[in-house]
């Protein structure tokens, strides 16, 4: 039962646009949500997280958008640059599991120079 | 400040033989979680520990084990390993073991069964 899917395995976005990831969720209990940064041979480093309460939450070029209805959560990287290339998860907790993260599959993001 | 530690960064095992896998937290976190990572997938949550105490425990069979030390630094024991073992383990530490309160990983510890 995966409760949090990151449905596109990989994008490919030119250097200085506009890249978009993406992830649903099931569970209605989840009232925190984050995106982690995954580069080889490291761990995941947090990036910037979205309480339920809000709608959107922006860091640089980074900005998290929450839509609760449909149980959607998006990553938007503007502008991108190449070292932005890596694999970005998209993670979830809450309600009893407030100590645990369930993440998704993740995308492997390329930007092109 | 050192962030999280996890040792060694990478071992070969056999099947059927056991493994002990380290971690120390950023200093001043209580709280450890372990979690395994298979090629293709997301981290998966293991176990995780908060002041010497097991707070919570994944869909793990019981050949998995942990501890957490006075020290707050943790060890994850795997027995009977298996080929689908293989993964990169990573652990995490946070101050309170809450996720919204500075959820800390380590670069993991890549393991080979062979």
């Known amino acids: 039962d995966q409760q949090v899917k990151q449905n596109s395995p990989s994008l490919s976005v030119q250097e200085g646009r506009i890249s978009i990831l993406n992830c649903d969720y099931t569970n209605s209990m989840f009232d925190y949500f984050l995106w982690y940064k995954k580069y080889p041979a490291e761990g995941p480093t947090f990036l910037i997280s979205?309480?339920?309460?809000?709608d959107k939450n922006e860091d640089g070029r980074f900005t998290v958008f929450l839509n609760k209805s449909a149980k959607h959560l998006s990553l938007h990287i503007v502008p991108s640059q190449p070292g932005d290339s890596a694999v970005y998860f998209c993670a979830a907790s809450g309600g009893d599991s407030s100590y645990k993260l369930i993440f998704g599959s993740g995308t492997r993001l390329l930007v092109r120079p | 400040d050192a962030g999280v530690t996890q040792s060694p960064t990478h071992l070969i095992k056999t099947r059927g033989q056991q493994v002990t896998l380290r971690c120390s937290p950023i200093?001043?976190?209580?709280?450890v979680s372990w979690y395994q990572q298979v090629l293709g997938q997301g981290p998966q949550f293991i176990f995780q520990y908060y002041e010497k105490e097991e707070r919570g425990r994944g869909n793990f069979p019981d050949r998995f084990s942990a501890r957490q030390f006075p020290n707050y630094s943790s060890e994850l024991n795997v027995n009977a390993l298996l080929l689908g073992d293989s993964a990169l383990y990573l652990c995490a530490s946070s101050l309170i073991g809450l996720t919204n309160y500075g959820y800390t990983f380590g670069s993991g510890t890549r393991l080979t069964v062979v």
């Open positions: 979205i309480s339920s309460i809000k």
């Open positions: 200093s001043g976190h209580k709280s």
